[in-house]
């Protein structure tokens, strides 16, 4: 019998996974096709779930994905296997190549990228022993210091502590050769009190070992001992101060809805080079290679990911661009491809607002009247293009009179357009978070807008 | 594949497992993608592996692989014991499994035209005619068809003697056509934005008419470009089967799964107000309100033969007359309410830990009156069609909608055309305003194929029979 003893980055080796790329695109070569393209991950991702202050769930799966891109000429085909070995391969050049032969001709087919664009190299900081060594044990240590610290405030722990390790290596037959690991991990918990009171705290890092789940615990734990007992507020348009929780939210809308080319192109962005969206004092960037956030080298196509200026002080400047759309726009790709095939088009998947000068009390101490919200709940767009979002508020929704929490409130609904909403932005927080945004790692400070709009509310059962 | 399972079953066992069961899952997808006549992407995935699951000191534990081998399956259920050791020093509660009879069997989705045989450039050739169609329209920006089919071949195995085989293939289509001029992005699809979707063949497909509906989709789209924007108010609202699966999805589907109640989805999509305390007593909706949990409708995304724990297929009442009397259950969690499991665990692959997830969660038709003919009866009303957005708390209480397109119905008859229009409000107001409900000559069946739902997250896809509704005094009309 084999040991289990086995830690979860053993099998996120970039050399393999690398070699398995290449093995991949010399098949397809081999198979007649005029070029080839192969994306490979291959890891191991574990999680732990806590609920009613018990480990209910305890999961690890070892994964691998080859994605292969070929081209005959302008007909591209895709197509992708779980499989690594000789046979799996085999068999997917041949699936692949038989796409590409039955398809119609892409007039404006750029071809894969050039190795010009490839990434420089692994970047270090996308990988952590302390994630790549993870066990159950770490997580169940997580786990049992939260469901301590919501023991100690009376309250209830809900959440999951994950630990991902992978290797990421994209081959091509125009000579791209890269490839690097990295490691995420992830820690959130829901806590919730007897009476009505939840809280939330969640933290993201390369590293496990820098999570301090104990404190996170903590901050959850009294959130929801100050929200309960929540009122009912009257929906309308107040001044608010969002915690990251929710920020995150806003930078997430904009990259899904607006941030690349291809959304201009078919005219769905709000995006126009020079407009003001924004206040000044919103700054937000996409950089890969920052290692505040949760950090990779390169994008689906091993293109470099290059340092995004999105929004300069309001200002709309870059977009992301993947070798397809880059093409069309006679420049090169940003390094922000996605596996293909993909016709939503290329994203930002690492995206940063600045930070400001404000503390937390200087965020409250600007609110008259207003709210104090933690976080955001099932967010969905009305208005795509206008970027107007519904969601509710969840986890800590609290009045704020004269600069002071008053009480917790009901949840609300909102319904708003998150470019007013940031065209508001008072002040920004100084402290900065990295959360797990809707690809990829997203760091945001917290931040006071003049008025978010409050369309409804919900009961108390 | 039996060498494998046994392997699995016996190793975990003999570490000291109370309760083990595998799944060998392999499954193939393929996908089709068109943009404004262009053939912008056609994929081909296959992936398969196997995952065990252990109660050890009585806790759980999971652990899955890729490597199809003995020597894997031994690696891997000794990992699933481990894990759940780790798990038990966590616990308040001893899993306890409710009681089913060993399930033994076959089961594979009816088929008329395999949709792995049909040639790819048919495939393509039937999408392609569509898109051109919808594009030729004047005043339409882009278009996008899609065209998607999976087959999952699953092998379950357990402890307690169980071993079934199933093959269920699921397959969907449609159309969408976008019309934009300056801050306006007006969008209107067929027969469901993000396509129609149901277990079947490729017979699903040809019958969907897309070549036949094209043209009216992009002209409708371009036509609410200049439609003003639905003003707000308290109407009465008729919600066609297209918007009204997504009601019942996300105000009835999602607060009855029992783990939700029991709180084990609180870190992610939430919990219910449907308590356990409630059951036989509350009023979740009006007399007309049947909601039914049917595995075993033909043609259903949660149509299939045993659950992920082996539960074989069921319907389970869920609303029946107004009165919330069920839930959507687990072996682990139906014991809780003294019940036995409604056989709705279901995993999104050998990766992932089986969850409770809907099976076809259906609203039953009412006789008396067609859809067409509630409207016919309504004097003054708003028509909700095709889902476009949904937004709803984390207790499945206050919701908001909004859909493509609106029409106003008066005395009867169906008039202008509103754009942006959404209604929003509370569960239980909702479902005890529904006055009408269509006949059966009216119900179908709609798929969510998109359904997401634990962590890590999985993707679920789920059914639901619809006939249309009305509802009285709901807010419509919210923008900011």
Known sequence: M???????????????????????????????????EALVVAGESALTRFANSEIHQNVASNEALVNLRVARGRRVGVASTGRTDAEGLRALVERAAAIAAHVEELEDWAGLPDPDGAAPGPVPAAWSDGTGGATPELRADGARAVIAAADAEGVTAFGSFSTDAEAVAVANSRGIRTAERRTTSQLLTVTMGPDNGTGYAEDCSVDATRIDAAALGREAAERARLSASPVDLEPGDYPVVLNQYAVVDLLDMLGYLGLSALAVAEDRSFWEAGKRVASPLVTITDDGRDPAGLPMGFDAEGVAKQRLLLLDRGVCRDLAFDTQTAARAGRRSTGHGLPAPNPWGPFPINMAMAPGEATFEDLIGGLDRGLLVTRFHYTNPVHPKRVVVTGMTRDGTFLVEGGRIVGPVRNLRFTMSYLDALAGVEAVGRERRTLRGMLGGCTVPAVRLASFGFTGATRAG | MRDLTSRALDTATALGATYADVRVVRRLEESINIKSARVEGVASS???????????????????????????????????????????????????????????????????????????????????????????????????????????????????????????THIGSGLEANAIDGDEHQRRSYPDNGGLWASAGYEFVRGMDLAGNAERVASEAVELLSAPPLPSGTRTILLHPSQLYMQVHESCGHPTELDRAFGTEASYAGTSFLMPDMLGSFRYGSDLCDIVADATVPGGLGTFGWDDEGVAAQQVPLVKEGIFVGYLSSRETAPRIGRRSGGAMRADGWNRIPLIRMTNVNLLPRPGMSFDGIVADTDDGLLFETNRSWSIDDRRLNFQFGTEIVREVKHGKVGRLYRNGTYTGITYELWRSMDAVGDASSWSLWGTPNCGKGEPPQTGHVGHGVSGARFRNVRVGVMS
């Open chain 1, 2 to 36: 084999s040991s289990s003893s086995r830690t979860l980055g053993a099998a996120a080796d970039p050399e393999t996974a690398l070699r398995v790329a290449e093995e991949a695109v010399r098949l397809a070569a081999r198979a007649g096709v005029s070029e080839a």
């Open chain 2, 46 to 168: 296959e992936t398969e592996g196997f995952g065990v699951r252990v109660v050890v000191d009585g806790a759980w534990g999971f652990a899955s692989s890729r490597d199809l081998t003995t020597a894997e399956a031994d690696r891997v259920a000794a990992d699933a014991v481990r894990i759940a050791r780790a798990s038990a020093t966590a616990i308040r509660n001893r899993i306890v499994l409710d009681d089913r009879p060993p399930a033994r069997g076959r089961y594979v989705t009816p088929v008329a035209e395999d949709p792995f045989a049909i040639p790819l450039d048919r495939k393509i050739a039937a999408l392609l005619e569509a898109d051109r169609a919808m594009s030729a329209v004047k005043g339409i920006s882009w278009t996008e068809s899609m065209y998607a089919a999976q087959r999952e071949e699953k092998t379950f195995a357990a402890s307690d003697g169980s071993y079934t085989e199933q093959v269920v």
